[in-house]
């Protein structure tokens, strides 16, 4: 069974980086794509970024663009986040989300998830 453990998250005032970071276990990580959603209370759970299995494809939301960038160690089986100029409207739950093999923005794709972790930004 897949487990992903996320860590990292905080609080943090505009315009700070912070870096999320999420570990997969049970299973081989280099078989699976990996994907950061993200979730503020009463909104939907939205596809922030993705990698694939190789790293070599990434798929990133337009409002993130040029800020996050996602990176995957197979050796570790960890997968990054990196958040730089982070906005008050980034504020949310960050889930870690595994799918077997193909990369997707959908979230109802990934079979796997984190327990998330809390992302406050200040203004």
């Known amino acids: 069974q897949v487990q992903l453990v996320e860590s990292g998250g905080g609080l943090v005032q505009a315009g700070d980086s912070l870096t999320l970071n999420c570990t997969l276990s049970?299973?081989?990580?280099?078989?699976?794509?990996m994907g950061w959603f993200r979730q503020s209370p009463g909104t939907e759970r939205e596809f922030v970024v993705g990698i694939s299995t190789s790293g070599g494809g990434k798929w990133i939301t337009d409002s993130v663009r040029g800020r996050f960038t996602i990176s995957r160690d197979n050796a570790t089986n960890t997968v990054s986040l990196q958040m730089n100029n982070l906005e008050f409207e980034d504020t949310a739950v960050y889930l870690c989300a595994a799918r077997l093999k193909i990369l997707s923005t959908r979230r109802e794709d990934y079979g796997y998830w984190g327990q998330g972790t809390q992302v406050t930004v200040s203004s």
């Open positions: 049970g299973r081989t990580f280099s078989d699976y794509a």
